[in-house]
């Protein structure tokens, strides 16, 4: 049988620390020092040492800022610190934890101790922190002599363990949290209402997309209505199609000579002319008469819609005339004649 404590277990955790854990790990995403919630909402403090005034936000030396709190720093005769180093556990009880330690370390009476902590860092098995500890007879005694200053809600007390700015509770650092809990609730009310105008949107998006749908679907049914008679006519232009593809057929196999008389009298030019002109097919028989014959076979030549021009026969100088008769074969190209 399994033993009690291991019916609560499951892959090695504790069911019943979730909660626990769920909670501290927004308290850390909200609350704590090193969150970047924190970082970007926290009221900015003027922290005063006695001789210099530094601004200070969410425990980072910050410059040019608005100055919303002030606090105190106490001289080192007054702090108490130690630094700890807790097992992960811990965190999810950490103010209980300090608690007993401070009960523990603490040596002064209950009702007369104050303290704080900060994390500093983690790593895979350990918390460290540094806790600190005061007397708050003695901290009222600092404020009053140095600062003249009587409420004990009325400045934060911060202290200084290792270079590093601790803010000890139960002193003016609850008008900081007010301020940023109604900040971190402004910004929540943004977020929401920004959520719900999502949603609006999405709804109306998708209501319109509704209608639209109404409106294909009345439109499937017209659309097959006339589907039969696009279909008869589909039929037809294939067969129409067919017979174009058989006549562009037959013209790419024998095209018209009108086009290639055209385009020998543009290429031959007023030097030459032509005395016989036979077509069949893609071959052409030309024989004519030029000045120079062989500046027109050439041209012709280089023509690219004329894939070969072959000479069956030599020029002839024509006598007396002051002309050459030449016969040409002439193959049109296949690819320019489709």
């Given at each position: ?19 626990k854990?769920?909670l ?27 001789e ?6 969410s425990?980072k ?27 992960l ?12 330690e ?6 002064f009476s ?9 994390v ?39 202290a ?19 301020k940023?809990?109604?900040r ?85 030019g ?14 052409i ?14 041209v012709?030549t ?6 070969q ?30």
């Open positions: 049988m399994l033993e009690t404590g291991q019916q609560w277990e499951l892959f090695g955790y504790d069911m019943r620390r979730l909660g854990q769920w501290a790990a927004w308290d850390g995403v909200l609350w704590a020092e090193q969150s970047p919630l924190r970082e970007r909402l926290d009221e900015v403090v003027r922290l005063d040492d006695g210099n005034a530094q601004l200070y936000q425990g030396c910050v410059t040019g800022t608005e100055v919303t709190c002030e606090a105190v720093l106490l001289p080192d005769a007054l702090v108490l610190s130690r630094p700890l180093a807790l097992p556990a811990a965190e999810d009880d950490l103010p209980a934890v300090l608690a007993i401070v009960n523990a370390r603490s040596p209950p009702d007369d101790t104050a303290y704080g902590w900060r500093l860092e983690r790593d895979d098995s350990r918390l460290h922190l540094v806790l600190v500890i005061v007397s708050r007879s003695a901290v009222m005694t600092y404020l009053v002599h140095e600062h003249d200053i009587h409420d004990s809600q009325a400045r934060e007390i911060w200084d363990a290792g270079g590093s700015k601790v803010v000890i509770r139960g002193f003016g650092e609850n008008k900081r949290e007010e940023y809990r109604k971190l609730l402004r910004c929540a009310l943004v977020v929401l209402a920004s959520a719900v105008l999502i949603l609006v949107m999405a709804g109306f998006a998708a209501a319109a997309k509704r209608a639209e749908l109404a409106r294909v679907e009345n439109n499937v049914v017209t659309v097959q209505q006339q589907a039969a008679a696009a279909s008869r006519y589909r039929s037809a232009l294939a067969a129409g199609n067919d017979s174009i593809g058989a006549a562009n057929e037959i013209i790419a196999q024998f095209p018209s000579p009108h086009a290639e008389i055209a385009r020998l009298t543009r290429l031959l007023d030097d030459a002319y032509i005395l016989q002109f036979t077509m069949n097919g893609t071959e028989r030309l024989r004519g008469r030029a000045v120079d014959a062989s500046s027109v076979m050439q012709l280089s023509e690219p819609m004329y894939q021009v072959a000479a069956p026969q030599a020029i002839v100088k024509v006598a007396n005339a002051g002309q050459e008769q030449f016969t040409l074969n002439i193959t049109l190209a296949r690819d320019e004649v489709q």
